[in-house]
């Protein structure tokens, strides 16, 4: 984790504020480090105050009978499409946590930012109710969302030295710049979101720090496919068959809501 000094000052900010209850939303491009901002937060938080990411299989049940303990920031990673269970869900703790003396955060996960007609954030609202859209509304932190944009320089730089010396090499801020300069050229549209940078890194040093020809984005992600397919054979006893299987699933799992309990 390197750089979001004020991404996470403003966040401090955020839970540090008098409103009993407040929420607020990070939104980002794909792969621009939200889900891994919110951990950091928690992780970070002080010893009187306590932080979660909220379960999709969560009930009404689970909420009702939940019993705050603590200053609390509850985390929802991905709302779209989930908007109607995630407003039940802020509804029942905010009033779970109003008969306490504790505060409540909620941090909503996504990466549009738009709150026209139709999106996320206006379904959300929609879905609590008239009246309580209007509180809900009225609690929200900002009228703008935390919104991630790339790393700044500085930031890349650090966090190419990291990577490279979680993979065992030494320091050299020399290289670290140069291979920055070269995942701008490779990596233009992208700019420098951590995942693809990251990525791009571990790919170097896996090709013998040596850089690897990419006409494309897509085949630095398909080569990290093929080398976790070489893991998951290992599991299945090198059954390609079952090993494409679990692929399917999990492709099917990300477009759909899937039971697998009844799946052979």
């Known amino acids: ?62 909420v009702e009978t939940y019993k705050p303990f603590c200053n609390t920031v509850a985390v929802f990673d991905y709302v779209a499409g989930r908007e109607r269970q995630i407003a039940e869900t802020i509804l029942g703790l905010r009033h779970v946590f109003a008969a306490s003396a504790y505060k409540f955060r909620v941090l909503l996960i996504e990466r549009t930012n738009s709150r026209s007609v139709n999106s996320w954030y206006s379904r959300l609202l929609q879905y609590c109710g008239r009246s309580e859209s209007a509180l809900l509304k009225s609690d929200e932190y900002a009228d703008s969302f935390l919104y991630l944009d790339d790393l700044d320089h500085n930031a ?51 090709n013998g720090c040596n850089t690897a020809k990419y006409d494309k984005y897509t085949e630095l992600i398909e080569d990290l496919l093929k080398k976790e397919q070489e893991k998951w054979l290992v599991s299945v006893g090198g059954d390609l068959s079952v090993c494409n299987a679990c692929i399917r699933l999990l492709v099917r799992a990300n477009i759909a809501p899937l039971q697998i309990d009844g799946i052979p």
């Open 1 to 62: 984790f390197c750089g979001r000094e004020e991404e996470l000052k403003r966040l401090y900010e955020f839970i540090n504020s008098d409103a009993p209850f407040s929420w607020w939303s990070i939104t980002g491009q794909a792969a621009s480090g939200k889900s891994r901002l919110a951990y950091e937060l928690i992780s970070r938080l002080p010893s009187s105050w306590f932080g979660f990411l909220v379960s999709e299989r969560v009930h009404q049940s689970d």
């Open 156 to 206: 890349v730089i650090h966090f190419i030295s990291a990577v490279c010396r979680k993979n065992g090499l030494d320091d050299n801020p020399e290289r670290d710049a140069e291979l920055c300069d070269i995942y701008a050229l490779s990596f233009e549209r992208l700019k420098f979101r951590p995942l693809y940078v990251q990525l791009f890194i571990e790919e170097w040093i896996h």
